[in-house]
């Protein structure tokens, strides 16, 4: 191939990417927005979309730019779907993927929602401790101090349980969707 049809094929490439990025996207807010209307049935389609984009894009372009995003986004609608394992399992992926503190932290916390669900939960409380080391997006952080409290009050750490969820309910500025998240969150409990 020469130099022009190379570029031509790299371009193309990129655009799909893209664009089943943005689709993803697009999908994973409209499932947001069917739980938000209670339209499990909607939010479940949307959620499986985006887990099928995503991991086409973390198979076909894994050393992509956006690669860690897109794990991100599989993470977290493997967690609406309760796909607890394919979520601790995607986590670790978008943590590996990631040059950045944040996002590794925040894959971390992800994966640590889901191995509480597994009943690993000493390990949960671990990883999370550490992603709140890591300055966090406020929804993220609600929701890991949520769930590390469950975890603290399931290993009998009542007083640091008790201070987790509270800290977690005194998150006033929460988004719409990092309330549904944790309105999720209580009722896997």
């Known amino acids: 191939m020469n130099r022009a049809a190379l570029l031509v094929a790299g371009l193309v490439g990129g655009c799909v990417y893209f664009n089943a990025m943005y689709d993803a996207n697009r999908e994973f807010d409209a499932g947001v927005k069917a739980l938000q209307e209670q339209s499990e049935v909607s939010a479940r389609v949307s959620f499986d979309s985006v887990i099928a984009k995503t991991g086409r894009i973390l198979e076909d372009h894994p050393t ?59 390990e949960a409380d671990s990883l999370l401790s550490q992603a709140l080391d890591v300055e966090l997006d406020p929804d993220d952080r609600a929701l890991f101090l949520f769930e590390r409290g469950l975890a603290r009050q ?35 409990m």
Not at 81 to 107: G, P, V
Not at 154 to 175: I, P, T, V, W, Y
């Open 64 to 122: 992509s730019k956006y690669a860690d995003d897109a794990a991100i986004l599989k993470a977290r609608s493997e967690l609406y779907t309760r796909k607890w394992e394919s979520a601790a399992e995607t986590s670790r992926t978008a943590a590996a993927l990631s040059d950045d503190e944040r996002t590794a932290a925040l894959a971390q916390g992800l994966g640590a929602v889901a191995l509480r669900q597994l009943g690993r939960t000493a």
């Open 154 to 188: 399931e290993l009998g750490m009542a007083e640091l349980a008790a201070a987790d969820l509270e800290e977690a309910s005194d998150a006033l500025a929460l988004s719409p969707e990092g309330r549904l998240t944790l309105s999720v969150a209580l009722r896997d």
